[in-house]
């Protein structure tokens, strides 16, 4: 049949066109397709086969490569990124919106009295309430924020060209989504809510660290004015719940 190469260079009707599958160890990988102008000699064709069989490796190789590198940047009980992970790609947000003038907003939340949920329902139940509050925090967010668990039942989501106005509107959101999901160990009901904090790059900040260090103050903010809140640290320091605007009162650290 009559067939158009249309290519980078020039467009040509094909005289021969060749499908390989490129395969290794018996698993096909993907499909090498070449077409000419001209007939392949026998010469080109053993060229061709030689290198089949070394692009079935190299592509191997690299899917073996990006399977590893994907294992490495996530968390395997929740799947969301690690924290080694996250703090690359905050550091890399931080610093273009430092370069571009733009906003960047963090939100770090953890689960209200989680050890109470462990101690009392088990550790099994537990993690399976790590793996919900992920799966329905997932749902709230943008497509471009950045997920990460930063520790233990504590997450952070990185959230490149939002403000503080963005980024806590998304945290309420999420922590009534949270509050909302009906959590369950069998029979028992189990009651889980969170508390965030939010924070925006400031043209103040040295580094990603300060953005960090600033979430983290309005978090334990929210915990210390109550729990299953959201908190935003306002520019002078004082710390305010976005749903109604009152001062917090940020006391000493609060565990959790």
Same mark, same amino acid.
């Given at each position: ?9 020039? @467009? ?24 000419? @102008? ?73 689960? @209200? ?44 989501? =990185? ?34 809510? =969170? ?8 043209? =103040? ?42 001062? =917090? ?8």
């Amino acid at each position: 049949p009559d067939m158009m190469i249309e290519g980078v260079v020039a @467009d040509f009707k094909p005289s021969q066109v060749l499908v390989f599958p490129i395969a290794f160890e018996e698993t096909t990988l993907g499909t090498l397709v070449i077409a000419s @102008d001209k007939l392949f000699g026998k010469d080109a064709m053993w060229l061709l086969r030689i290198f089949q069989q070394g692009m079935g490796l190299a592509l191997n190789n690299a899917l073996t490569h990006d399977r590893l590198q994907q294992i490495a940047s996530r968390d395997p009980l929740t799947s969301l990124y690690n924290r080694r992970f996250g703090m690359d790609r905050l550091k890399i947000e931080f610093e273009q919106a430092a370069r571009h003038h733009g906003p960047v907003g963090v939100i770090m939340f953890d689960i @209200d009295f989680f050890k109470k949920i462990n101690d009392t329902y088990g550790h099994l139940a537990g993690d399976q309430v790590l793996v919900e509050v992920a799966a329905v925090t997932r749902k709230v967010l943008r497509d471009t924020d950045v997920f990460i668990r930063y520790g233990g039942e504590e997450f952070l989501i =990185v959230m490149p060209g939002a403000g503080c106005e963005v980024a806590a509107t998304v945290a309420e959101r999420l922590r009534a989504a949270i509050e909302g999901y009906s959590f369950s160990d069998g029979e028992h009901v189990i009651p889980v809510t =969170v508390s965030c904090g939010v924070a925006e790059h400031s043209v =103040v900040m040295k580094s990603s660290e300060d953005l960090l260090r600033r979430a983290d103050d309005a978090l334990y903010a929210a915990k210390a004015g109550g729990r299953n809140r959201v908190v935003t640290l306002a520019q002078g320091g004082k710390a305010q719940s976005p749903a109604t605007d009152e001062v =917090v009162p940020q006391g000493d650290l609060v565990p959790a």
